[in-house]
């Protein structure tokens, strides 16, 4: 809720179009010209800031007088369209500026039902007046049709030459500013900016009391005497008014009008460009969901990269540590085993056959680290646990899926057996080592 002074609304009004000022309340401009005419504020007439522009004359009428205090402010209420977007308030606001331009240039724009009692029918509309024309009214008077390239409609007979007449002067209007209709499954739309918005024609009812039938009050005392209260019917009837409506099926709580209706004054004619401007501002809002929805799965789809590119190095950095870890328990081995080794080398000449055998022992377990955790059995060791050192390509590994090997074996280092004429390794045991290698000698079962 906003409030203001009778001057302060007048020198908006005066100052820039009205549609303009409404946007900074939040309010259509229909509702702040009711607004200004309850605090007998004049304003602008239909075609004045077009009359500028081009340079004519124009009246600008003085604020009168008010002679009631209570209509010195002017509270105004805004709804929740001024917290649209300033994208999708600028798209509005530019084609509303447009289509206000074009229709001081062009009357029949404008013009009412009784002043164009001729159109041009547009060839998009055969097929909505096709099955019009064959719906069979309900049991209110509304004939209402929804199928593939169709605007929707829920119309009376009555009504149905004139809601075709405004579909086409809708169309035609479109045109000027390169929007089309669209046929799609579930209706035909207007394509704006390269956005489907989806729309129909909608007959506004009459709401009259119902009078029950003595049918009715028969099923009422009926149901009295079982206990149940209610009425046997409804309490109003509907019936058509001839009053129209264009509502937009797009966009529900986004804060934008979706409904246009016949008013005491103003008809669906006069409003078409206002109209128009409020497709254009639900296409805007369209084309901005769809950015946001991008961008949102665009950020989700870079967290779980990242969290996959941050698993993958996680994997890589463990298995990496355990390989190493493997080589530093070998290395403790080693130097464990040449300890003794230098112990049992100082033993005198008297002891050196009690200990022979442990330091051959020994000696031939230091060959087999030594082999173990030499550059060219490390290599291959870690090719054959998948242990890499080399960091990956970023692109290649996001597109891997996870970023690593989808098997990881356990990481372990291999004595190797080379065949170098067929550059082969084949891991082997300690003892098929010890043997190839020829440092252990099978004893004869006879000796």
């Not at 075609?47 to 205090?69: C, I």
Request: hydrophobic share 35%; proline share 6%; glycine share 6%.
């Amino acid at each position: 809720m906003r409030t203001v002074s009778r001057e302060e609304l007048y020198e908006q009004v005066w100052s820039k179009p009205m549609t303009k000022v409404a946007a900074d309340y939040g309010v259509t401009g229909t509702a702040l010209k009711k607004t200004c005419d309850r605090h007998h504020i004049p304003t602008p007439e239909r075609g004045y800031w077009a009359k500028l522009n081009y340079g004519k004359r124009v009246n600008k009428q003085a604020l009168p007088p008010s002679a009631e205090p209570n209509l010195a402010l002017v509270r105004i209420a805004g709804s929740s369209e001024q917290h649209l977007s300033p994208s999708v308030r600028e798209a509005t606001e530019k084609a509303r500026d447009r289509l206000n331009k074009h229709a001081a240039a062009d009357p029949m724009v404008a013009a009412t039902p009784e002043s164009t009692p001729s159109f041009v029918e547009l060839p998009s509309l055969a097929v909505t007046r096709r099955a019009i024309s064959k719906a069979r009214p309900d049991d209110q008077g509304f004939a209402i049709v929804r199928s593939r390239g169709v605007v929707p409609l829920k119309i009376a007979v009555a009504s149905i030459e004139r809601g075709i007449r405004i579909l086409s002067q809708l169309f035609a209007l479109a045109e000027t500013q390169g929007h089309l209709p669209k046929a799609t499954e579930t209706g035909l739309v207007l394509v704006v900016e390269n956005e489907s918005v989806a729309f129909g024609l909608e007959e506004q009812p009459e709401k009259t009391l119902h009078q029950p039938t003595p049918a009715e009050l028969k099923r009422r005392d009926e149901r009295t005497r079982w206990g149940n209260t209610n009425d046997a019917w409804p309490r109003y009837d509907q019936s058509p008014s001839g009053r129209l409506a264009i509502v937009i099926h797009a966009n529900p709580y986004s804060g934008l009008r979706r409904k246009y209706s016949d008013g005491k004054t103003q008809t669906l004619e006069s409003m078409l460009p206002d109209i128009l401007a409020g497709f254009a501002g639900h296409a805007a809002f369209i084309s901005e969901r769809r950015r946001q929805g991008e961008e949102r799965e665009r950020r989700q789809r870079d967290a779980e990269a990242q969290r996959r590119r941050e698993e993958a190095f996680n994997s890589r950095e463990k298995r990496r540590m355990e390989f190493v870890d493997a080589i530093h328990e070998q290395l403790t081995h080693r130097d464990k085993l040449n300890a003794v080794l230098t112990h049992l080398e100082n033993a005198t000449p008297e002891d050196v056959g009690r200990i022979s055998a442990m330091a051959t022992w020994i000696r031939q377990r230091l060959k087999q680290i030594d082999a173990l955790i030499s550059p060219h059995f490390l290599d291959i060791s870690a090719r054959s646990s998948k242990v890499d050192f080399d960091e990956p390509d970023p692109e290649k590994e996001a597109d891997s899926g996870n970023g690593y090997f989808g098997y990881s074996p356990s990481v372990s280092l291999q004595l190797w057996s080379i065949d170098n004429e067929k550059k082969l390794a084949t891991a082997c045991s300690p003892l098929e080592w010890a043997s190839a290698a020829g440092s252990m000698v099978e004893k004869n079962p006879a000796d």
